[in-house]
């Protein structure tokens, strides 16, 4: 898959600090997807995708709860965008796990699942961070189409919270180390 371009800058987003990660990726000719930091509105998108799917609706939280996390300024918030729409979004904190980056949240649209947007927003997560050595995660256990595209990408089970959210329910903690050129 290519690395990153130059950064597309617009002016109905904010500026972009690390030119090296706002980038285009392609994975075939037809399909284009670009991921740029989020906006305002994109964050109320990305707040009304998570209330509205799982893994976010079985663990009980609503839209109030996802724009608040959204909205959170510590977080870091890249856009997918596919022929300029958005199409899904990975929520990350710089040091959420033992001062590693965290992938707080990622979610597509129903309409982008299964061509590759959530590969390409986990690409730009481990990327965005450069002197990162660790990148951590958690999923759900009810949720393995999710914990199988993150074991496919290198994560592995590290910790297990048995009953954390919701009662029968784990969350699973997951670990890459990642390898920098």
Known sequence: MPGPVDCEQRADRPKCSRTNFCCRLLF??????????????????????????DPWSTLGRGLD???????????????????????????????????????????????????GVGSALIDAAERWFPDAGHMFLCVSSFNPRARSLYERRGYRQVGEFQDYVITGASEILLHKRLVRP
Do not use: K
Request: net charge neutral.
């Open 28 to 53: 075939n000719p037809v399909q284009d997807i670009a991921i740029d930091l989020a906006s305002n509105a994109d964050r109320e998108w990305c707040a009304r995708v998570m209330a509205s799917s």
């Open 65 to 115: 709860d996802c724009l608040n996390r959204c909205r959170r300024p510590e977080f870091v918030v890249p856009v997918a965008r596919l022929a300029g729409e958005r199409c899904g979004f990975v929520l990350l904190h710089p040091s959420g796990v033992a001062g590693s980056p965290y992938i707080a949240a990622i979610a597509t649209s129903a309409e982008a699942r299964g061509q």
